[in-house]
């Protein structure tokens, strides 16, 4: 392993037992080293992400082998690197995609899941863009199999995930339709290009999905909420539509009409990103570096930023996560 002058000891975030925001205190922890195949990161910023919450409320504990520190996603220098193709990674800026440890001064991350951040990204936008990238890019085009001119329905469409959607739906020629919890919100997300915007506490979203498509439907659903929405959400999809869960915000369990997708030829389907394994990650990555990475790099693909804290302030940057009022991404800020 080859490292430069690395200190023994960090500050992190990693609460000792679950609750709100304001278990997230700063407190000291040994620097982890890198195994076969990792790099470590001397961290500039690190992303805060729906499962951070969870995992801070004592519902989404990490896998095995992940530290218990959260944080999914970081970006910042590689310090540090175990084996001989990781060593070239040493002195790179990168972000990654990591299973825990981004609230941290240091976080290890497998080589295979770090991109290199290119001269048209902060650090601050590159820690925004792992968690949700990879998410977007899996459900969306992977599993939904959306291709140009398709119409999508998306639930949440200011958060990390709807907004980075809306991002590339305009490079892919996807027409892009969200839902939003008030106009403000969906006169933002008109703005970052989505097609429609439905304010699903005043509006039918399945009425005005319809609207929206000449009463076609869309060929695919990207659905956060679960629950009740189920149901309701197979109404708005075309004829072979595919429905795809990445969460359960309203619940995990629904009542489903068999006929109807048997009848409509409908495909559900779901995923979720952080237990998959290291090799499926690296898959991923090196398909985004292929295929994406191209527009990052020529500054047509930027995260929208809400706000930033500082690492000492993660409880406030988890209160305004908690609270609903962002559009975009939260991140924290490290070091100097």
Not at 100 to 128: D, K, Q, R
Not at 228 to 254: F, K, M, P, W
């Amino acid at each position: 392993m080859t490292v430069i002058d690395l200190p023994k000891m960090m500050i992190a975030i990693d609460p000792e037992t679950p609750g709100g925001p304001e278990v997230l205190k700063p407190v000291e922890r040994p620097v982890p080293s890198p195994g076969e195949g990792e790099v470590l990161i001397k961290v500039a910023a690190a992303g805060v992400n729906r499962p951070d919450v969870l995992q801070r409320q004592g519902g989404y504990p990490p896998p095995p082998g992940a530290p218990s520190i959260p944080g999914l996603e970081v970006a910042g220098q590689v310090v540090a690197a175990s084996g001989l193709a990781e060593e070239a990674l040493i002195g790179q800026p990168v972000c990654a995609l990591i299973p825990g440890g981004g609230y941290a001064e240091y976080a290890v991350a497998p080589a295979g899941s770090c991109l290199i951040v290119p001269e048209a990204l902060t650090l601050v936008e590159a820690a925004a863009m792992p968690e949700t990238l990879f998410t977007v890019w899996v459900n969306l085009f992977e599993r939904a199999f959306v291709g140009d001119g398709d119409a999508v329905l998306l639930h949440g469409g200011t958060s990390g995930i709807g907004t980075m959607a809306i991002s590339l739906s305009r490079l892919f020629g996807l027409r892009m339709i969200v839902t939003c919890g008030s106009d403000e919100k969906c006169a933002r997300a008109l703005e970052l290009g989505a097609e429609h915007a439905i304010n699903y506490k005043t509006q039918d979203f399945v009425a005005e999905t319809k609207q929206a498509t000449g009463g076609k439907g869309v060929q695919a659903v990207i659905d956060m909420v679960g629950g009740d929405y189920l149901s309701r959400n197979l109404e708005c999809l075309a004829e072979e539509g595919r429905h795809v869960s990445i969460a359960v915000q309203r619940g995990a369990t629904a009542e489903i009409p068999i006929f109807d997708i048997m009848r409509r030829r409908l495909t559900l389907t779901g995923s979720t990103l952080r237990p998959r394994s290291r090799e499926f990650k690296q898959l991923v990555a090196d398909e985004l570096d292929r295929m994406v990475w191209p527009h990052v790099r020529a500054g047509r693909l930027k995260p929208v930023i809400d706000s930033t804290f500082p690492l000492a302030e993660a409880a406030q940057a988890h209160a305004r996560m908690d609270a609903g009022d962002h559009v975009g991404k939260i991140v924290l800020t490290v070091g100097g």
